[in-house]
């Protein structure tokens, strides 16, 4: 399956942004989804993860209560609606996908990865 992210841009504290992943050449019904970032220096880490039916998610403790990971099967779309954003959460986000997986955390359960987008978040 191949993934392309799209959303990202700069917003200053407190805002909000919506990050969609369009994925192609699958069937997307049967894959377990995932957002990961990466900042400037710093390793891959979790940010949400979906299963195929999108009836259970899984959030990094650093997200939890602002993000909210979704998916809609019928287009083939993954979403991640980002609230409060913080500095920190500054990051290239990356959609993954894993096939016939449900919510995991672990990027090495996850086979197909997007390019990214970047979100910038400044004070």
């Known amino acids: 399956v191949q993934l392309v992210e799209s959303g990202g841009g700069s917003v200053q504290a407190g805002g909000s942004l919506t990050l969609s992943c369009a994925a192609s050449g699958g069937t997307f019904r049967t894959y377990g989804m995932g957002w990961f970032r990466q900042a400037p220096g710093k390793e891959r880490e979790f940010a949400a993860s979906?299963?195929?039916?999108?009836?259970?998610?899984n959030y990094a403790d650093s997200v939890k209560g602002r993000f909210t990971i979704s998916r809609d099967n019928a287009k083939n779309t993954m979403y991640l609606q980002m609230n409060s954003l913080k500095p920190e959460d500054t990051a290239v986000y990356l959609c993954?996908?894993?096939?016939?997986?449900?919510?995991?955390?672990?990027?090495?359960?996850?086979?197909?990865w997007g390019q990214g987008t970047q979100v910038t978040v400044s004070s």
């Open positions: 993954a996908a894993r096939l016939y997986g449900g919510a995991s955390h672990a990027s090495t359960d996850f086979q197909s």
């Open positions: 979906i299963n195929w039916l999108g009836t259970n998610t």
